[in-house]
């Protein structure tokens, strides 16, 4: 069964930076689209960057110019590199594949961010 394996979560304090990497495996098609998306508590899941196979990019207003995303085609994998982290940045992560009408998440990894 295909599986999005995430990691990179973890705990920095305001100003730093985190990669986050996701890895589709079980499956040898190739994502239409990957991306990112985020949940904080009490609010709703939220899109924060997202990628298509030729590489065009689209990030939310809040994470421009702050995060980066990017994709191997090759190793069906998608990355997300966090710089100036804020603490309004803290959710659990999640991993988004998509294919057609297929659609894979992630199990999700914790992002935190102190003052």
């Known amino acids: 069964q295909v599986r999005l394996a995430e990691s990179g979560g973890g705990l920095v304090q305001t100003g730093g930076s985190l990669r986050l990497s996701c890895a589709a495996s079980?499956?040898?098609?190739?994502?239409?689209?990957m991306g990112w998306y985020r949940q904080a508590p009490g609010k709703q899941r939220e899109l924060v960057a997202v990628i298509s196979v030729g590489g065009s990019a689209n990030y939310a207003d809040s994470v421009k110019g702050r995060f980066t995303i990017s994709r191997d085609n090759a190793e069906n994998s998608v990355h997300l590199q966090m710089d100036s982290l804020k603490p309004e940045d803290t959710a659990v992560y999640y991993c988004?594949?998509?294919?057609?009408?297929?659609?894979?998440w992630g199990q999700g990894t914790q992002v935190t961010v102190s003052s």
């Open positions: 988004n594949a998509r294919l057609g009408h297929a659609e894979v």
């Open positions: 079980g499956t040898t098609c190739r994502y239409n689209v």
